[in-house]
């Protein structure tokens, strides 16, 4: 039995073979719409969660299963105090998948040592993002090509952002990448991320002004300030609108750029953007499904 914990579980040639399942089930969805008949998804949300817990959702829905769970940790037994040790092992009787999502970094770890059906981590604390990654790969493989050959800028809240950490991780895997990094001086990227590159021999370069690297993009991933992650309002006020992406500063950039962002948007992006045909992140939700649908089927070994 499988778990999905991190990005790095899967070879890159086991990601290829998924991408691929993704990219036939966009194009014969019918094949696709009773491969889970019988079959039960819990979602375990532990925080808060639109796109990814109704992602899942659907997905497991156009597989033709079922879904069962909680959407927020108050109305489950946590607030009783049962561990997540005792849950998952609750959640293996009624299911025959779970999808967890917590604030503690390393919950759903701690389940799949417990868990008698696999576990996807669905985000935990200011850690990963596993099925937010997928989506991120696949959606520049179908809309670039293909994975490598690109400079990629990684925009707003890098320290915080869980999307961000797993996405360089997958990203190092890959051949000439090269890394921007742009953040004001208290959002900037980990330590842990950056001794990891000089260590593979990476290159990337940390800046601050979005508008001066602009023009060297192929591919801009925009971020959330992750105000619940701030230990004080104060410097969440004083960073939340320190980048705003807007029609003037995408006019800087090549014309085959694409902006990513994991959604949910704030002020980072202006709307105005959503019409320019290099936003690409309404379409990178759409991507997420056809992933997790992907992803389900090879875990439950269906594919
Ligand atoms: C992200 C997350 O939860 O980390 N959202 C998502 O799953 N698409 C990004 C965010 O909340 O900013």
New binding site residues.
């Given amino acids: 039995m499988r778990h999905l914990m991190s990005p790095l579980d899967f070879s890159t040639e086991e990601l290829d073979r998924l991408f691929d399942l993704a990219g036939d089930i966009e194009h014969n969805p019918g094949k696709y719409a009773h491969a889970c008949e019988g079959k039960i998804l819990a979602t375990c949300f532990y925080e808060p ?1 639109t ?2 817990r109704l992602s899942f959702e659907s997905a497991m829905t156009r597989l033709g299963g079922r879904v069962i769970g909680f959407s927020d940790a108050a109305s489950s037994s946590a607030s009783k105090g049962e561990s997540v040790s005792d849950t998952i092992r609750i959640i293996s009787c009624y299911a025959d998948i779970c999808a967890m999502r917590h604030p503690k970094e390393g919950a759903p770890m701690v389940a799949a040592e417990k868990s008698r059906i696999p576990v996807i981590n669905a ?1 935990d604390g200011g850690h990963q ?1 596993p099925t ?1 990654t997928l989506t991120d790969l696949l959606t520049i493989r179908s809309l670039k090509g293909s994975l490598g050959g690109f400079t990629i800028g990684l925009c707003g809240d890098l320290k915080f ?3 961000v950490h797993s996405l360089i991780n997958a990203l190092v895997r890959y051949e000439d990448i090269r890394f921007l990094f742009i953040s004001p001086e208290e959002l900037k990227v980990p330590d842990y991320i950056t001794d990891m590159l000089k260590e593979k021999n990476i290159s990337y370069e940390e800046v601050i002004r979005l508008e001066d690297v602009m023009p060297q993009l192929d591919l801009l991933y925009m ?2 300030v ?1 105000k619940e992650r701030f230990f004080n309002e104060e410097d969440y006020v004083r960073l939340k609108d320190f980048y705003i992406l807007d029609a003037a500063k995408l006019s800087l950039a090549k014309e085959d750029m694409l902006v990513l962002h ?3 948007r704030v002020n980072e992006i202006s709307v105005e953007v959503d019409s320019d045909p290099r936003a690409a992140y309404f379409r990178q939700a759409q991507y997420g499904v056809y992933v997790r649908m992907a992803l389900i089927l090879t875990l439950l070994e269906l594919a």
């Fill in positions: 969660s796109r990814t985000g993002h937010q952002g869980r999307t971020t959330r992750q994991p959604l949910p």
